[in-house]
């Protein structure tokens, strides 16, 4: 009898798992079919270092396949444009280009976003373990870096949104500093 | 007799000897030393020496394509591992963070004397606060969070700033670690050498390490990844152009040497009949090259890649005294039958000419391009050895059984073509050059804008395909394309540093202005003593440093007691030494400084590269640069611009050639005034000649051809050669028709092979070579139509054809 709940229940997990797996795959289906996306942004930094958490502002622009600019407003101007391996950081009258292969640990902080938003499942599990919970409607992806040398600085990002929205993108850090990514739909025209 | 034989070939065999050990010992040079003027300006002395010892002239550029960007990146480790432990080599860069970690050390540890941010007010409460605001802030960026863990030694972001300076100076597209161009479809290294831009000799012992290191690297990557063997290699920078400029030349001059001996040697076998004769009649040739290089030797230390190009010149020369020699002599016709007629009556002829020739190359000897100046004594060394051969060994070695070929019956069917020209009045004749004379003239004149190419890259053997892939890789690697170039003199670094720096300040404006793109100066990575010690005394002592952090962080996000490191790093930094140049050394930063830094003699040089705004306009407004170079003071700025000042020089050893030109034209009419007597003679030699010259000139530009320092070359042989034609033309007065016969068939075998020599050499892919081809081959041939053609008729009654036909 306990064998047969037993069977039972791992029949169950096996099902969720497949459910689970195949949600992930509708998920990243649905988000895929998106080919431009315009949001704001608020982030909050919390770390160790500082009293309170800096807060900063903006918009994130996506273009289908590969291209994802991070306009900062406040506190001051910034703008971050992923595109291909190359990102490229413009601040100020300065401009710097950095590659992702030979700088991989800033590849949480971007490639995250922008595999999530392409629905590019191969690109999400190179460089992460990715688990899903939740259903569609609510959602949650746990990204875990596969890499050492990332998984050095960054430990885990969490991403969760509704349907084909992103809703929050918190990356937690090693060291216990924090960072949470609120997005809104983009107000403006 | 045969005492008088033994002394004169003891004699030439003693000459030859010694020009051969002074040929041997010579050092013969293909760099642009050519083209070093002899008394040059201190910018053309700087111009000059940038091109040959300049960092640009040591830099080779490495691509590596086609196969998998996996693989060439493989490769391109392989290879600069083997590199860097090769000591031709100074530098090997490819893009591996090999040194970053030492940079980013050296930077973080000098950075309270590197950051152009340090001053009082940075470490006043106020200043610091500023700061400290402004690292937070940027703790919001991924970069920020890159440095999170320096802001407790950093509050105020100097290594940020750092970062900031140094991205002034572009730095090649990196993928996987590795340079690669803009489309990702190539690999890419730079080598810099350890031996100057103008050692070729070096220069290609370089290119064959880099070749090895290929060869090894991807055969290494092979036996893992077998598609390995796909990946090629192409190089490029000075030192490949060097290599190849000097290798072509020297095939090309060989290989046309080879050709057009061949087919000399074949002519005047048909036509000799002799093959004995045919050897004689090398060795004035022989011995004239051999002579000209020597006198090369002796009169300038080191002989020209491209002087020996010439060489082949000479054959077309020379070759015609000993046609002269043998068509002329070797037959018996009842006015020659004596012995030692030909020396009596044709020589003076010859020689005459030869003088003429030795005018006109004369008129090289004092040019300031050292270039034409050994063309010059190479001409004249050649020529007079050639002749004295033909007229003095010749003679002696001739054996008296040889039997040549009577030319005389071509001779006699050549003037039957003639003839008809000849019926013509003598003022139609005249009528009629004229005429062809003023339409050339007025097509020279209409072309006077457009006539001569003014680009010194007009002389360059590189193909322009090959200058196009090395401006490509340029762009690729963010090298500056723009050739231009600040350059600060001074007699000390400290003095150049200064200059770079104040000179800095007031190019930074420039760049808001979009009138440059940016630069780059040593001063960016060593500043000057100076400098660094306005910045060590901007430090303030720890107590003070102290009180005002308390300050500024009251009401910031960061607390004052966390930035305990930053005092102590700042007060070990206003304890501390300055940078030197040697601290520089143990970093990949010391290239880069190097590269910028010239030392000759007592003079120190900073360069300072100015990048284009865009890449698509290259060109600068120098005239803004300029201004602003003024406005910065007395630092001894110059603005160089490498293409219109190399350009310049170029031209001025243009006109200098056009002068001496007509210099050496006007001893050469005073030359056949003295020597033939009248005027009227004088101007009937020199009319057929002009006549040429004007016309092929005339030709060459219709057809789209823009003349070069080579073609004035050229038309100074069509005079130095043609005035052979126009002299023995003039002299048959005294002649009978057989003799008459006799000279133009002998001078039609010249021409043709003078028309052979010169026809190889404008198939040749060295635009130098080319040039001087395509304007002497068609000029001899004119020069001789021309001079058959106004031949004076002889008086009645010595003309049997004119007396018949009249």
């Avoid at chain 1, 649905?30 to 800096?54: C, I, K, N, T, W």
């Avoid at chain 2, 201190?42 to 960007?69: N, T, W, Y």
């Avoid at chain 2, 048909?270 to 002579?291: E, F, N, Q, W």
């Avoid at chain 2, 003593?529 to 009251?554: F, G, H, V, W, Y």
Wanted: hydrophobic share 50%; charged share 20%; proline share 5%.
């Amino acid at each position: 009898m306990r064998r047969t709940i037993g069977i039972g229940l791992l029949v169950l997990l096996g099902a969720t798992a497949r459910a689970a797996a195949d949600d992930l795959d509708e998920l990243l289906h649905l988000l895929g079919e998106r080919h431009h996306g315009h949001v704001d942004f608020v982030e909050q930094h919390f770390l160790a270092l500082l009293s309170r958490p800096v807060e900063s502002s903006g918009e994130l622009i996506y273009d289908a396949p590969d291209r994802l600019e991070k306009r900062t407003l406040e506190p001051r101007p910034e703008n971050l444009m992923l595109a291909g391996d190359v990102l490229s950081i413009r601040r100020g009258g300065h401009r710097h280009v950095l590659d992702l292969k030979a700088n991989p640990q800033v590849l949480p902080f971007v490639e995250s976003i922008r595999a999530t938003l392409a629905g590019d499942r191969a690109a999400l599990e190179r460089t992460f373990r990715v688990e899903f919970s939740g259903n569609l409607a609510r959602w949650t992806l746990l990204l875990v870096p596969r890499e050492s040398q990332i998984a050095a600085t960054v430990s885990q990002v969490l991403i969760d949104g509704s349907g084909n929205h992103l809703r929050h993108v918190e990356i937690r850090q090693r060291d216990g500093d924090r960072s949470l990514m609120t997005l809104r739909d983009h107000s403006g025209p | 007799m045969n005492a008088r034989r033994a002394r004169v070939i003891a004699a030439w065999l003693t000459c030859i000897a010694l020009a051969a050990v002074v040929v041997g010992r010579t050092r013969y040079v293909t760099d642009l030393s050519a083209f070093l003027p002899a008394k040059p300006t201190p910018m053309q002395r700087l111009l000059v020496d940038q091109l040959r010892e300049g960092p640009a002239s040591r830099v080779i550029l490495i691509a590596l394509e086609r196969g998998d960007a996996t693989i060439r990146a493989r490769i391109s480790v392989a290879m600069a591992r083997r590199l860097r432990l090769d000591r031709e080599f100074s530098g090997i860069e490819n893009g591996e963070p090999v040194s970053a970690e030492l940079d980013r050390e050296f930077l973080f540890r000098h950075r309270y004397l590197l950051s152009e941010t340090i001053t009082p007010q940075r470490f006043s409460a106020a200043g610091l606060k500023g700061a400290i605001e402004e690292t937070i802030a940027g703790l919001a960026s991924p970069e920020g969070l890159m440095l999170k863990s320096l802001v407790p030694r950093d509050p105020t972001g100097e290594m940020l700033q750092i970062i900031d300076q140094m991205s002034r100076i572009a730095q090649p597209l990196t993928r996987d670690g590795h340079w690669v161009s803009a489309d990702g479809e190539r690999t890419l290294l730079v080598a810099q050498t350890a031996a100057a831009g103008s050692d070729t000799d070096a220069q290609e012992l370089a290119l064959d390490a880099i070749r090895r290191a290929f060869t090894a690297a991807s055969g290494e990557t092979a036996a893992a990844v077998p598609e390995s063997r796909q990946v090629q290699m192409h190089l490029s920078g000075p030192a490949v152009f060097a290599v190849a400029a000097r290798a072509t030349i020297q095939h090309a001059a060989v290989r046309l040497s080879i050709a057009s001996s061949v087919l000399i040697a074949a002519l005047l076998l048909v036509v000799y009949r002799s093959p004995r004769a045919l050897i004689l009649g090398l060795l004035p040739v022989a011995t004239g090259a051999m002579a000209g290089i020597a006198a090369v030797a002796l009169g300038f230390g080191a002989v020209h890649g491209l002087t020996l190009g010439f060489g082949i010149t000479l054959i077309g020369e020379s070759v015609d005294y000993s046609i002269y020699f043998f068509t002329q002599s070797a037959v018996r016709t009842p006015s020659s039958a004596a012995p030692h007629s030909w020396q009596r009556q044709r020589w003076p002829i010859v020689r005459l000419g030869m003088l003429a020739s030795v005018c006109g190359f004369a008129s090289l000897l004092p040019s300031a391009f050292p270039g034409l100046a050994q063309l010059g004594a190479y001409s004249i060394g050649g020529l007079l050895a050639a002749a004295a051969v033909t007229r003095f060994v010749l003679p002696e070695l001739m054996p008296c059984d040889i039997a040549i070929r009577d030319v005389t019956p071509w001779g006699l069917r050549l003037e039957h073509w003639v003839n008809p020209v000849r019926r013509l009045s003598v003022a139609a004749l005249w009528g009629i050059a004229l005429a062809i004379a003023g339409i050339a003239a007025l097509v020279l004149y209409q072309q006077r804008d457009t006539l001569w190419n003014r680009e010194l890259s007009s002389l360059s053997p590189i193909p322009l395909s090959e200058q196009r892939y090395d401006a490509k890789l340029r762009s690729d690697l963010g090298q500056p394309t723009a050739l231009d170039l600040v350059v600060i003199s001074g007699p000390d670094l400290e003095s150049v540093l200064r200059g770079a720096e104040r000179a800095a300040r007031a190019l930074e404006p420039l760049i808001d202005e979009k009138v440059i793109g940016g630069f780059d100066s040593p001063a960016s990575y060593l500043p000057s003593l100076a400098t660094q010690e306005a910045r060590r005394d901007s430090l303030p002592e720890r107590p003070i440093l102290r009180e005002n952090l308390a300050q500024a962080t009251a009401g910031l996000a960061i607390r004052g007691e966390q930035l305990a490191p930053f005092l102590d790093d700042v007060e070990s930094a206003r304890r501390g030494g300055l940078i030197t140049p040697q601290d520089l050394r143990s970093t990949s930063l010391a290239a880069g400084f190097d590269a910028l830094i010239l030392h000759q003699r007592d003079r120190w040089n900073a360069l300072l590269p100015l990048h284009a705004a865009e890449a698509a306009a290259p060109d600068i407004d120098r005239a803004r640069v300029r201004q602003a170079l003024a406005g910065a003071g007395s630092i001894g700025a110059q603005l160089l611009d490498l293409k219109n000042e190399s350009d310049a020089l170029y031209i001025s050893y243009l006109h200098e050639a056009i002068r001496l030109s007509l210099a050496g034209l006007a001893s050469i009419v005073v030359l056949l005034w003295v020597a033939l007597r009248t005027p009227a003679r004088a101007a009937r030699v020199l009319a057929p000649l002009m006549l040429a010259v004007l016309c092929v000139a005339a030709s060459l530009s219709l057809c789209g051809r823009q003349l070069t320092i080579l073609h004035l070359v050229g038309m100074l042989l069509i005079v130095a050669v043609g005035s052979n034609y126009a002299l023995f033309f003039d002299a048959p007065r005294r002649e009978n028709d057989h003799d008459a016969a006799l000279t133009l068939a002998s001078l039609s075998i010249a021409n043709l092979s003078t028309v052979i020599g010169f026809g190889l050499l404008s198939f040749s892919r060295v635009p130098v070579l080319e040039d001087l081809g395509m304007t002497v081959a068609p000029g001899a041939l004119l020069a001789l139509l021309f001079a058959a053609a106004l031949t004076p008729r002889r008086p009645a009654g010595t003309s049997r054809r004119a007396q018949n036909s009249d």
